[in-house]
């Protein structure tokens, strides 16, 4: 391995270890723990190190959601390979973004509710993003007028839930009810 392959490993490790600690830092203690200062001293870096990677929180935040966007466009790609049925693929991609929201509600925070940079509906989107929505569009089936609309409401949808249960705004009980209604309006 020559000296550059062996320091862009290494830059590369840095970079997973800075968002690792990030992460870990937010769910035991919210985003509003994670500086660069508090992450510098839990991964034995100097804050220089780490502006060498990111411009700043909001940036660690942005690879955070992407990295979050990753997982869910591979967790509803899964959903809908595994199943055959129009419906079913429906219910369970639903159900797969709804638990990765309750798995992860962290990512899901740095995702979807906190201001960030990234770029949503437009030619700078993350591709990580565009293939979670993609899945989102294909889920609803072919053949469906103006699919991606469509998608965009079943999305505001699967995050309103999310947003309301995450509050405690509506209750826990009564989840899979909702999640049959919401299959019930949005499949054929």
């Given at each position: ?44 870096y100097s804050q220089p190190v780490l502006y060498s990677h990111f411009k700043g929180k909001a940036d660690i935040m942005a690879a955070v959601a992407t990295r979050g966007f ?25 159900d797969a973004y709804l638990g990765f929201a309750r798995s992860r509600p962290v990512i899901y925070e740095a995702m979807f509710v906190l201001p960030t940079k990234i770029k ?69």
């Open positions: 391995m020559s000296i550059a392959e062996r320091r862009e490993r290494q830059r590369a490790e840095r970079y997973d270890l800075i968002l690792a600690a990030a992460r870990e830092l937010a769910e035991a203690e919210g985003w509003d723990a994670v500086t660069t200062r508090r992450l510098a001293g839990l991964i034995d990753e997982e869910l466009a591979a967790r509803l790609r899964m959903e809908t390979a595994n199943v055959t049925g129009a419906r079913d693929v429906l219910r369970n991609v639903c949503f509906a437009s030619e700078e989107t993350p591709t990580a993003l565009r293939a979670a929505f993609a899945e989102l569009v294909a889920a609803l089936g072919p053949d469906r007028q103006e699919p991606e609309f469509l998608a965009e409401v079943l999305w505001s949808a699967l995050h309103g839930l999310v947003v309301l249960a995450q509050s405690g705004r509506i209750p826990a009980t009564g989840a899979e009810a909702r999640l049959n209604v919401l299959v019930q309006k949005f499949g054929r």
